[in-house]
């Protein structure tokens, strides 16, 4: 599976953006796929996620960013997408996307070590 994030830039505290995940390759009826971000001088960390197999899908958010992002997917498009709107300074960081063939459990899927396939990463600044 190959991944490229779109969508990054500049927002005000308060704007809205909306990042593209676009997955190529082989594809799975039962896939999860994540954002994950990093800021400088620390480590990466679980945004959301949203996972599917069959007819059901789940998302997950870390509480930094519960009510204010979400998670979504294009299956027609093999696209994921995050809306982030209610942007705070704290949001600025390198943004990746990630994926991996079936449907992990709440407890793997907060952590980067249990996806196989990166994105590039893409950065979001917002501005104060």
């Known amino acids: 599976v190959q991944l490229q994030a779109f969508g990054g830039g500049l927002a005000q505290t308060g704007g809205s953006l909306r990042l593209s995940c676009a997955a190529s390759g082989r594809t799975f009826s039962s896939f999860t796929m994540g954002w994950f971000r990093q800021a400088p001088g620390k480590e990466r960390e679980f945004v959301a996620a949203?996972?599917?197999?069959?007819?059901?899908?789940?998302?997950a958010y870390a509480n930094s960013v519960k009510g204010r992002f979400t998670i979504s997917r294009d299956s027609a498009k093999n696209t994921v997408y995050l809306q982030m709107n209610s942007l705070k300074p704290e949001d600025t960081a390198v943004y990746y996307c990630?994926?991996?063939?079936?449907?992990?459990?709440?407890?793997?899927?907060?952590?980067?070590?249990?996806?196989?396939?990166w994105g590039q990463g893409t950065q979001v600044t917002v501005s104060s």
């Open positions: 949203i996972r599917w197999s069959g007819g059901n899908t789940g998302t």
């Open positions: 990630a994926a991996e063939p079936g449907r992990l459990i709440t407890s793997q899927i907060q952590d980067a070590e249990n996806f196989g396939a």
